[in-house]
């Protein structure tokens, strides 16, 4: 509910899910049902090979994607996938996210990535997979670390966020909308804009690692 409070989704738009590790069972939103008319007991269980647990209904259709990442990033305890407007506005794009301001450096190491181009093998054949392995393979081509980049932008498609539980992954959902936001506009005013690194490596680090002073 709170992808539809932070104006992250429209209609049946997006998903959310959440995983217990000790289980090893995902709890995901069921496919195309409204969010206005969800209850607690509409949630889907599966299992991390994607066999259903609870299947009174059937599980968000991008669950194989959640899976793939689930089983990549061992960190992850949610993940949250919007059509929010300007963040899947740079995955149309199909270009990676510009770290060009300190509230993107607060909760994102670099750039945010947006993946390559799928095959017609990909496209035609286990799509929704195909699309966790294309985010996994762009992660493990440029060494990112999961944990300090927690989102993605799929080229064409959209964004996917993630984090320790599900309402962090909703809030670096909603971070990422509000810096692709704020970069379209930058970028309009100035198209050959540069950032300071030592700024960015700054703001990033006072929240994050062992030298966070940041907060209570």
Known sequence: MALVKQGLVLFTWGNVSGIDRESGLVAIKPSGVPY???????????GL???????????SSDTPTHLEIYRAFPETGGVVHTHSTYATAWAQAGCDLPNIGTTHADYFAGNIPCTRDMTEAEVNGDYEQATGAVIVERFRLDRLNPVHTPGVLVRNHGPFAWGKSPGEAVHHAAVMEQVAHMACIARSLNPSLTMNEL?????FRRKHGPDAYYGQ
Do not use: C, F, M, Y
């Open 36 to 46: 206005e008319s969800l209850r607690a007991d509409d949630i889907v269980v599966v």
């Open 199 to 203: 700024l960015a490596q700054k703001h």
């Open 49 to 59: 090979d994607g066999t259903p647990v609870d299947s009174r209904l059937k599980p």
